[in-house]
């Protein structure tokens, strides 16, 4: 009998969350039926959505999340043994599945594709959900084109430090916003951005009318909150804005921010929202392209480990806290060569 370690969500998150939020319980897997598959947690992900969605989630119930598994029973001819696994199984240590995708889940389960040699934690990043949702949200929405002057907040992050080289490679001018002069430093010394504002110290305004003095032509917004209005305010006539996540937002009940409807009225910007589950037809477009991209020396990638299935939580605040650079992650320690 295969015993899982299931963190439940316990109470329900005020601000940033706490530790006794979570829970972790044991729970006693049932024997496998045909078309199951039995998998064990290798890497697991720590993401904003999961403190945007909670306060519609139900207390009492598994905490979601993706992680990267190992198979290590199968009686589904698709998911063989000893393969590496995509699954949306929340925080858990084992998991029991027929592989179908439930009605509650946007993210499909797979074995993963071959990424040659690199590692299969990429499949919660670059080459995963953050990655398409950097991929996607940026070539689909805002369409730039070369010689354009693209923003993007949260830069040093998972999707942000990809949209921004993303968008050097389609030959425009990058600005990143994030919250520290060393992330941005990296970003500009090894990630080719252009320009960076730490939002935390700048004036953001005046270092935007200083950096960009043609204007904004796409900005691919992770934040919201006044970050994100006071570059819209700044944007070119017929500009595109891809609204990705509002992180900003997530912990707090309310945020002031200057109204943007006069410029996206009068400088008749485009403003749309997606959820990268938009392109689940696409799916492997997208990591096929970013692989490609990472092969020929393009497209670079960094993670953020945090060892341990029992440090979860932390790995989860310090990510929404901005320890992070890159894809933040956990490993799970028994299985650390
Ligand atoms: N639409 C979709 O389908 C989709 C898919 C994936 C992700 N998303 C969204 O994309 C955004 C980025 O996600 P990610 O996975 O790449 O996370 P991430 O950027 O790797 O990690 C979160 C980062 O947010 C920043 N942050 C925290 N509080 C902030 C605040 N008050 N204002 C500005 N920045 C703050 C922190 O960096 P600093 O040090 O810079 O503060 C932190 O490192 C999130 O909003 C997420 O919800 C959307």
Redesign the pocket.
């Known amino acids: 009998m295969v015993k899982a370690q299931v963190y439940i969500y316990d109470k329900p998150f005020d601000g940033l969350p706490k530790e006794g939020d979570l829970k972790i319980v044991e729970e006693e897997l049932k024997p496998l039926k045909d078309g199951e598959f039995l998998s064990e947690a290798v890497y697991l992900s720590v993401?904003?959505?999961m403190?945007?969605y909670a306060p519609f989630m139900k207390t009492g119930t598994p905490f979601i999340g993706g992680q990267i598994a190992i198979i290590r029973e199968s009686k589904n001819s698709k998911f063989p043994v000893g393969k590496y696994c995509f699954g949306q199984f929340g925080w858990r240590s084992h998991t029991v599945s027929d592989g179908e995708v439930q009605p509650n889940e946007q993210l499909f389960q797979y074995v993963l594709p071959d990424f040659k040699g690199l590692s299969p934690s990429l499949g919660l990043g670059v080459l995963g959900?953050?990655g398409?949702?950097?991929y996607f949200?940026l070539l689909e929405i805002c369409q730039p084109k070369a010689g354009e002057t693209v923003v993007v907040?949260?830069?040093?992050?998972?999707?942000?430090?990809?949209v921004g080289q993303i968008a050097k490679l389609k030959g425009c001018k990058v600005i990143g916003?994030?919250?520290?002069d060393e992330?941005n430093k990296w970003l500009i010394d090894d990630l080719n951005f252009d320009h960076c504002i730490n939002?935390?110290t700048d004036n953001i305004k005046h270092k935007l009318a200083e950096l960009a003095p043609n204007g904004i032509d796409c900005y691919f917004d992770?934040?919201?909150?006044e970050?994100s209005s006071t570059i819209i305010n700044q944007m070119n006539r017929f500009g595109r804005i891809s609204?990705?996540?509002?992180?900003?937002?997530?912990?707090?009940k309310q945020v002031k921010a200057n109204v943007v409807q006069p410029s996206v009225a009068f400088k008749q910007l485009k403003m749309e929202?997606?959820?990268?589950?938009?392109w689940n037809d696409r799916w492997f477009e997208g990591i096929n392209k970013n692989l490609e991209w990472i092969q020929n020396g393009k497209l670079k990638y960094r993670e953020?480990i945090t060892y341990g299935f029992e440090n979860m939580f932390h790995a989860f605040t310090d990510?929404?806290?901005?320890?992070?650079?890159?894809?933040?992650i956990v490993r799970v320690k028994s299985l650390v060569k």
């Not at 929202?273 to 938009?278: A, E, K, S, T």
């Open positions: 993401d904003p959505y403190r945007g959900m953050p398409n949702t950097a949200g907040s949260g830069a040093a992050g998972a999707v942000g430090s990809h916003i994030a919250g520290s992330k939002y935390k992770n934040v919201g909150g970050v609204v990705c996540g509002a992180i900003a937002a997530y912990n707090e929202g997606f959820i990268v589950n938009r953020t990510m929404l806290k901005g320890v992070n650079y890159g894809k933040a």
